[in-house]
């Protein structure tokens, strides 16, 4: 079912960034996937690989819930909740949270790749 294949597909999005795979995350994006790490500045490509090596240096762990899915064929919008809570590599205390809007499409190896990743949802 198509809801499970994009809960998975979050589920392993937290799964990477929790254990600080950068390649493994970049995976998981179309080859011109963008990522918004600031509300109005979307970066792909190497861009996109450093902003999120970024957030994984901080060493914590993210937990991610899907709340809604709507699928077209091959194209899909995520509405998920996320958080990042704990101590970081350096001492400082990390306590992020957000809703993300995403758009993800299905590729022919059927496999869901952002197409947009944008953690800060409508902010």
């Known amino acids: 079912m198509v809801t499970e294949a994009l809960a998975e597909h979050v589920a392993r999005w937290a799964e990477l960034f929790s254990s600080g795979d950068a390649a493994g995350l970049d995976q998981l994006y179309e080859d011109g996937g963008v990522l918004v790490p600031v509300p109005g500045h979307p970066v792909t490509g190497p861009e996109r690989s450093a902003a999120n090596t970024y957030l994984l240096s901080h060493g ?26 704990g101590t970081g ?35």
Do not use: F, Q
């Open 60 to 85: 914590v762990p993210m937990e991610a819930r899907v709340r809604r899915c709507y699928a077209a064929g091959d194209i899909a919008l995520l509405v998920v909740d996320w958080s990042l809570k």
């Open 89 to 123: 590599h350096d001492g400082t205390e990390i306590d992020m949270s957000g809703t993300a809007t995403d758009v993800l499409r299905l590729g022919a190896d059927g496999r869901w790749r952002y197409v947009i990743d944008n953690p800060a949802g409508v902010a």
